[in-house]
């Protein structure tokens, strides 16, 4: 006899907020996009929020770790002003040179933003608007970039997605400062965000997507957060992320990548803020001779758990993927890194490598790796490797005998460890930033 499973005081929150809040969504009276948003809820449904018994999830437990779900968070936020902007981003982030596109509570706010410049190569356009009167590009591209069947977070999302942007990147156009989507939580109580970004990048086209995640303030957010991108044939994209939201936020996160022929994505996160984090990437090689290399840095201390975990989707020959993840951890911090490459029957001469080292500062900090392979094909070159350990006591007596104090030393250390993570970013105005982030770390700031 079937069972009913009980529904956690979270879940019935969250069907209580569509049901009450689905008319006011962005394109609740346009057909298609009611239609999707009403598909999403039921996948979404059918499962509910991810547990331990969920192979993908067994890391985390959402349905143990979110108590509640925090009501939808106001449009329009507290009132902010550029010094605002970049007080969340911190100085050595905020001094980049980039064209800002910021977005306060899932808002687009063009009043906020530095789109100076950019006339003719990039159009942004804000995703609420679009869903009310959707194209027929927005309707084969929305939740199709790289879909994943089933996957109940991206589900949720489209269900109650209440806005971000779209960015569409003109073919052959070449920008030489980065494009920085800024999201920002900016609420006085505590509350959910659930927005979506949309990046068009077209034929042989160059560009750099820096993603930061922040909050204005200390207040308690649930963060869901999908971006979508599809890079063109020959296209060259940089993706960059920062998470740093405050110690209170679950981060749920998802990007979802499609790779033309001959495309090149290279993607890094860097990861220090929330309570709880999950970071989804998904890239799929939907054309021959593509290239995708995902890096990332982690830092973690007290509670903190984050959460990566990948799929690399190999669906056509002679495509190279790579993904390179360094962790610190210290205190009662827990990290994951999950990546799993599937080489499909078809891509022969597929090159796949994936290799994860943790570093832990405490005998009570936890590092879960889980490397997986998936091959279907007979002419691939494919492996993956894992390390944990603390830090080498060798290296550090090294240092402290040339009258280098151990705190100094064990900084040092570390520094050198997520600095060949950081070598992977190629612009040498973000890896420099982050490297100042890390040393901030490693002081407690």
């Known amino acids: 006899m079937a069972t009913e499973v009980l529904k956690t005081k979270a879940e019935q929150e969250l069907a209580q907020q569509f049901e009450t809040g689905m008319p006011n969504l962005p394109g609740s009276d346009v057909g298609w996009t009611k239609a999707m948003r009403e598909a999403a809820w039921q996948t979404y449904a059918a499962a509910g929020l991810p547990h331990r018994r969920v192979e993908e999830w067994k ?14 968070a106001p449009a329009l936020g507290e009132a902010l002003t550029a010094e605002n902007i970049d007080a969340a981003l911190g100085e050595h982030v905020a001094a980049l040179d980039c064209h800002r596109i910021v977005i306060v509570n ?27 009167d959707p194209s027929d590009w927005l309707q084969n591209t929305l939740g199709q970039v790289a879909p994943q069947d089933g996957d109940v977070i991206a589900s949720l999302n489209a269900a109650l997605m209440t806005g971000g942007v779209i960015v569409r990147v003109a073919a052959e156009a070449k920008l030489e400062k980065p494009l920085h989507l800024i999201h920002v939580a900016a609420v006085k109580d505590a509350a ?100 995708s290399h995902v890096s990332g840095a982690v830092l973690s201390r007290g509670k903190q758990h984050d959460d990566t975990t990948m ?40 090159d796949g490598h994936q290799i994860a080292h943790g570093l832990m500062l405490s005998e009570t900090a936890e590092f879960d790796s889980k490397p997986e392979l998936e091959i279907f094909a007979d002419d691939v070159v494919c492996g993956h490797g894992s390390t944990s350990g603390q830090v080498d006591e060798d290296l550090l007596f090294y240092l402290r005998a040339r009258g280098i104090p151990e ?17 992977k970013i190629e612009r040498d105005d973000v890896r420099e930033a982050f490297s100042a982030l890390t040393s901030s770390w490693l002081k407690g700031e």
């Not at 890391?59 to 939808?72: E, F, G, H, I, S």
């Not at 020959?317 to 078809?346: H, M, T, W, Y």
């Not at 705190?407 to 070598?423: D, M, S, V």
């Open 59 to 72: 890391y985390t437990d959402l349905r143990a770790l979110l108590k509640d779900a925090y009501p939808p």
């Open 106 to 132: 899932g808002h687009f706010r063009e009043e906020l933003s530095d789109l100076d410049g950019i006339g003719g190569q990039v159009e942004v356009r804000s995703l609420s608007e679009a869903l009310s």
């Open 192 to 291: 959910g965000l659930a927005t979506r970004n949309i990046v068009d990048v077209g034929a042989d086209a160059a560009v750099t997507l820096l993603e930061s995640y922040t909050g204005h303030g200390a207040i308690p957010v649930q963060r869901n957060a999908v971006t979508e991108l599809v890079a063109g044939d020959k296209a060259d994209v940089h993706h960059i992320k920062l998470q740093n939201d405050n110690a209170h936020t679950a981060h749920l996160s998802t990007w979802m990548t499609r790779l033309g022929t001959r495309a090149s994505y290279r993607a890094f996160q860097f990861s220090t803020g929330a309570d709880v984090a999950r970071n989804q990437i998904f890239v799929q090689f939907a054309g021959e001779g593509g290239l």
């Open 311 to 350: 799929v690399i989707d190999h669906a056509v020959p002679e495509c190279e993927s790579r993904e390179f993840f360094k962790l610190v951890l210290d205190d009662d911090a827990r990290g994951i890194v999950q990546c799993k490459v599937n080489v499909q029957r078809d891509a022969q001469k597929s």
């Open 407 to 423: 705190p100094q030393a064990r900084a040092l250390l570390i520094e050198a460890f997520i600095g060949e993570a950081l070598e």
